[in-house]
């Protein structure tokens, strides 16, 4: 059972919007930590995509976007793509367990 | 341009021990905390360990605190994770991942991972 959580799937048709959630509680996100959101293919490193709730890195397409809010956190992606199929996972800092910790990751499926 | 490789992992008894390695380039490498993070089969990601650029800082998750030890070797810019007592909760492709930030730290690069199976 992951600290944060997130559904397990999700899908959209190309051109879509969707949005991922990620719950988190007073120890983690509503303490006022920081999520941030990496998008991971099979047999590749993971790829950071938000930062600090709502920044881009460079190179980031700005069909993604993220925003946070009390315990909760959500990464908005716009206009679908076939290459968005991918599994995508936030993360943030819990105080409770003095780690990093990850939600348990949404499998992305572009019909 | 960062990179992070990984290696040392395979195949070994419950019990038993191995060590990964991490060579990194591109970057100062004793300016940075370093991570390893692990995927089981199946699974999420899961944080597993981190130290400091001088080393004087150390964490561990939970579940590998006395089992594992994190190490680096500035010099070589190398990472290390020493792995003993394994247990097959402990099978995953553990990957290294540069740590940054300040208050909400997060991981801004990543390698490609290493396999890592325990099995009888």
């Known amino acids: 059972q992951s600290v944060l959580t997130q559904p397990p799937s999700m899908s959209g048709a190309p051109g879509q919007r969707v949005t991922i959630s990620c719950t988190g509680s007073?120890?983690?996100?509503?303490?006022?930590?920081?999520v941030h959101w990496y998008q991971h293919l099979p047999g590749t490193a993971p790829k950071l995509l938000i930062s600090g709730n709502s920044n881009r890195p460079s190179g980031v397409p700005d069909r993604f976007s993220g925003s946070k809010s009390g315990t909760s956190a959500s990464l908005a992606i716009s206009g679908l793509q076939a290459e968005d199929e991918a599994d995508y996972y936030c993360q943030s800092y819990d105080s409770s367990l003095s780690g990093l910790v990850f939600g348990g990751g949404t499998k992305l499926t572009v019909l | 341009e960062v990179q992070l490789v990984e290696s040392g992992g395979g195949l070994v008894k419950p019990g038993g021990s191995l060590r990964l390695s991490c060579a990194a380039s591109g970057f100062t490498f004793s300016s940075h905390t370093l991570t390893w993070v692990r995927q089981a089969p199946g699974k999420g990601l899961e944080w597993v360990s981190s130290i400091s650029g001088n080393s004087n800082y150390i964490h561990y998750s939970d579940s590998v605190k006395g089992r594992f030890t994190i190490s680096r070797d500035n010099a070589k810019k190398s990472l290390y994770l020493e792995m003993n007592s394994l247990r097959a909760a402990d099978a995953a492709v553990y990957y290294c991942?540069?740590?940054?930030?300040?208050?909400?730290?997060?991981?801004?690069?990543w390698g490609l991972g290493t396999l890592v199976t325990v099995s009888s």
């Open positions: 007073s120890s983690n996100i509503g303490t006022g930590y920081d």
């Open positions: 991942a540069r740590l940054v930030g300040s208050y909400s730290n997060y991981f801004d690069y």
